[in-house]
């Protein structure tokens, strides 16, 4: 997929990830429409950058419709919004539960159910999703974040076989833990030595990447959490007890402590 004159859709926009997507997706050509809930910080980038901004929260079960329809032609779409997930079941509300799988999971399938069609009949066009490394390794105290990533995961692989014949390409992106900006970042977590991170501008030369290379899944973390990651989808009781060794308990409590009032 070329980016240079494509339309291109960027959920989560108001995020520090979100924002470097939208950098790197303008600076190689895309025309952006930029997404999100704070109006004061999306204009203004959507201006720096030659784009539009449509103001949606995708908590809102209408608001996905209302976004494809207000986006127009959508050549690329990159579903980035997501809330954090963090903590244990037992601390989230019927309600808190629902908007976290409207946000992570449903709003992106509905809108790459709408704008695959357009892009199918076209013959050309490419979804993004951003997941987390989440998504292929479980961790104790993260089930309804690792529920929302596992699902889209398998969601992603599911629907680039199915649109494949028409031309579409599908491609999701599994950050780890990103330094500077995001969820990690703003819980003001501290890592244990030997655990490295990555920055939202390494995030979004991946996505740039996989668009243009149509690439199925593609990390962005250091090598040792990229093969944790392996071990956890070949053997999770294994990497469950690596974790608590490694203090994967106290890093994930400190997530859902710092991303509370987020949800």
């Given at each position: ?23 790197a ?27 539009r ?61 709408l ?94 990447r ?30 469950a ?11 994930v ?11």
């Open positions: 997929m070329d980016l240079r004159g494509a339309n291109v859709l960027v959920t989560g926009a108001t995020g520090g990830i979100g924002q470097a997507l939208a950098r997706l303008a600076e190689h050509g895309g025309r952006v429409v930029l997404t999100g809930r704070r109006a004061e910080v999306l204009e203004p980038l959507a201006d720096r950058l030659g784009g901004a449509i103001v949606a929260d995708l908590a809102d079960r209408d608001a996905a419709e209302k976004l494809l329809d207000e986006a127009g032609r959508v050549d690329v779409l990159v579903a980035n919004a997501a809330l954090p997930g963090s903590g244990l079941l037992s601390d989230y509300s019927t309600t808190d539960i629902d908007r976290t799988l409207d946000v992570n999971l449903r709003a992106p399938i509905v809108m790459a159910r704008a695959a069609a357009q892009m199918a009949a076209r013959g050309r066009g490419h979804l993004v999703f951003v997941s987390s490394l989440a998504g292929k390794t479980a961790s104790g105290h993260a089930s309804l974040y690792n529920a929302t990533k596992f699902g889209m995961r398998g969601f992603a692989l599911a629907l680039r076989e199915d649109l494949r014949p028409h031309g579409v390409g599908v491609s999701t992106v599994f950050p780890g833990f990103i330094r500077d900006a995001g969820m990690f970042a703003d819980a003001g977590v501290t890592l244990p030595r030997g655990i490295g991170t990555r920055s939202p501008r390494d995030v979004a030369r991946a996505t740039v996989a668009i243009e290379r149509n690439i199925a899944e593609i990390d962005v973390a250091p090598f040792g959490l990229r093969l944790g990651a392996r071990i956890g989808g070949v053997a999770p009781v294994l990497s007890a690596v974790q608590r060794r490694a203090g994967g308990r106290r890093i409590q400190g997530l859902a402590n710092g991303q509370r009032d987020k949800r």
